[in-house]
């Protein structure tokens, strides 16, 4: 998640293993997109036919509009320089962003990326998604967030387990199919989570497609889920990755 290491903050734990029985099956790729090398990925979500994406580093962060047969940037805001740009999410006509460290987020018009407000939290900010009645948010512990969408207040946590473990570094999260879909940082994992018991069902293994987009460099893990519900497409990208995958979704599978 981060531009560099935090060997502590890995739970290797997590990847299965030979006595796990979670399903274990590897991402079906359908298509793939030009993806910009320069986007250090940190949200990502399909709305009315274009992706939004959210770029992270100090002085470099963004959210963009990115048209997906292209990847041409349609428009973009900057964040706050001072800022690590972290996960987004739409809510009504408003995109919520996250920002890493700093403790606080913002709120922006969809329409126009004008910033139209902020709110604070505690912990880190990593990642955001929704279903019908939440925002959902991960921090880097096995703790989700469930956040009332009008006052970004947490109304319940939930942990998220492996075969009674703990699985900690939840980055990009999409909500599809009444699961939640997780990267696990610094691997090629998608944790497929049960929100309402935050019990692991299964992983999606995003290995071949690291090789495939060969972005180079300790930071370029795959991150970015996006899910487009009405014609039923799961995208998948990575942090500096030169493609965007359409990979067929978990129940596809």
Avoid: C
């Avoid at 998640?1 to 739970?11: C, K």
């Avoid at 963009?64 to 740009?85: H, L, N, W």
């Avoid at 912990?123 to 279903?131: F, H, I, P, R, S």
């Avoid at 939840?170 to 989570?193: F, K, P, Q, S």
């Amino acid at each position: 998640m981060r531009a560099f290491g935090l060997f502590a903050l890995l739970w290797v734990a997590v990847a299965p293993a030979a006595a796990d029985p979670l399903p274990l099956e590897p991402a079906k790729v359908i298509a793939t997109f030009p993806h910009d090398t320069g986007a250090y990925t940190e949200g990502l979500f399909y709305r009315d036919g274009d992706l939004y994406e959210s770029t992270g580093m100090e002085g470099r962060s963004t959210i963009r509009q990115v048209e997906i047969k292209t990847g041409a940037v349609r428009r973009k805001v900057s964040i706050p320089p001072s800022d690590f740009g972290e996960g987004i999410v739409d809510s009504g006509d408003q995109i919520v962003s996250l920002t890493w460290q700093g403790g606080h987020g913002y709120r922006w018009t969809l329409g126009g990326f004008k910033r139209v407000g902020s709110f604070r939290y505690p912990g880190e900010g990593w990642a955001l998604t929704k279903d019908a009645h939440h925002i959902i948010m991960s921090d880097g512990t096995p703790m989700l967030r469930f956040l009332d969408p009008k006052t970004l207040r947490i109304v319940k946590r939930v942990k998220v387990t492996a075969d009674g473990n703990p699985v900690a570094n939840l980055n990009e999260l999409e909500y599809v199919d009444g699961e939640i879909l997780a990267n696990i940082w610094m691997t090629d994992l998608i944790a497929r989570i049960d929100p309402a018991s935050g019990h692991v069902i299964g992983w999606i293994d995003v290995s071949a497609l690291t090789k495939q987009a060969d972005a180079g460099g300790g930071d370029a893990v795959a991150n970015g889920i996006a899910w487009d519900a009405k014609q039923r497409r799961l995208f998948v990208t990575g942090k500096n990755w030169p493609l965007l995958f359409e990979i067929a979704p978990p129940h596809a599978r």
